[in-house]
């Protein structure tokens, strides 16, 4: 109110005449709903505008699932954890019987000679070879537990669960969502 | 994509505050309605893309007033670079670009007014606005401009003073 007092006096004292004008209404207008209708169209401007670049680039199954372990652990430990999971989940997947048997005689006789860790090698040199989903049903289907490969890396499978509970708890749906 | 959302909610709640003392402002400036959203809307994303550089130092529509008469102010130096110089000679050309206005209901010399505030320095149009139509303070308008409060308070006078003038030379129908 003193603001306006203020400048009340101020303008009397200096014109009159806009002093008397200051009065009247404010002669501008604008469209019905303008002020309403505004932040969605700006909002739908700067969609539009958004650079290209920063669209999100599609990463590999493989990718997205070293950095939600490294999300979840260490990142030394993670690192070699996920390696360790894909490398030896995948391999026992593609060795097992019924999915040998799928294969030709010959290949099959081949797979039959291979090591674990000849599988696990030729699926580190070509993983971006096999189709995601692939590797996603072998996983699951594989029922293969990671406790056997946990004492080389100092852990126990208590350990593990424990950390997996704990940051599963901390994410919400759509973390969850994120990772696939 | 969180933060996105994050960030749009925020830019939200800072328009429904922020919205109609901006487009004022600028309309005051530009007069137009359509130039004041044009103004605005640009005004607004500049806002929206740079609102993490804002410091803290100053009050927020401080800041944003900045961005809004700057913007306000490149919009009429590029106006006027394309206008012919005898358009602006007068302020006939304004008066009457106001009374064709859909947007403008005021009266011949609400319209007049316009006119001899367009014909202000820029200095003085500013000072001039957040004075006679803001009502802002000196103060917040010093640390606002940069400008110490006893030259704020000249500059309104003289603006005041011109204004004045301009009015009791022209013919009101």
């Known amino acids: ?180 | 994509m969180k933060d996105d959302r994050q960030s749009e909610r925020g830019f939200r709640m800072l328009m429904q505050k922020y919205q109609e003392r901006l487009y004022w402002h600028i309309r005051r400036m530009v007069t137009d309605h359509e130039d004041a959203n044009d103004v605005l809307q640009n005004c607004l994303i500049k806002i929206f893309r740079n609102i993490r550089q804002f410091e803290g130092k100053s009050q927020l529509y401080t800041w944003l007033y900045r961005i809004a008469s700057n913007e306000a102010i490149s919009f009429l130096a590029q106006k006027k670079r394309q206008q012919t110089a005898s358009i602006d000679d007068d302020g006939s050309h304004l008066v009457n670009k106001l009374q064709a206005d859909i947007y403008f209901d005021g009266t011949e010399i609400q319209a007049q007014l316009q006119a001899a505030i367009a014909g202000l320095p820029e200095k003085q149009k500013q000072v001039f606005h957040l004075r006679y139509f803001e009502e802002m303070n000196y103060n917040d308008m010093s640390e606002m401009l940069g400008t110490s409060v006893g030259a704020l308070k000249a500059s309104f006078h003289h603006a005041v003073k011109k204004v004045e003038s301009y009015l009791s030379g022209v013919q009101i129908d």
């Open chain 1, 1 to 180: 109110m003193r603001k306006q007092d203020d400048l009340k006096q101020e303008l009397e004292e200096l014109s009159p005449l806009l002093s008397k004008l200051k009065m009247q209404e404010n002669p501008f207008k604008t469209p019905e709903g303008y002020f309403a209708a505004l932040p969605d169209e700006l909002m739908a401007r700067l969609r539009a505008e958004a650079p290209v670049s920063s669209a999100p680039v599609r990463q590999s199954w493989a990718e997205r699932l070293t950095e939600f372990l490294q999300s979840l652990m260490q990142p030394r430990i993670a690192v070699a954890f996920a390696s360790v999971l894909v490398l030896i989940v995948a391999g026992l997947y593609w060795l097992r019987p019924e999915n040998i048997n799928s294969e030709s005689p010959g290949q099959m006789a081949l797979i039959a000679d291979l090591s674990v860790e000849e599988v696990s090698d030729y699926i580190t040199e070509n993983i971006e070879a096999f189709e995601e989903e692939d590797l996603i049903v072998a996983v699951v289907e594989s029922g293969v537990g990671v406790e056997n490969t946990l004492p080389e890396m100092g852990l126990d499978a208590a350990d593990v669960n424990d950390y997996m509970e704990k940051a599963i708890q901390e994410m919400d749906e759509e973390d969850l969502e994120s990772l696939f």
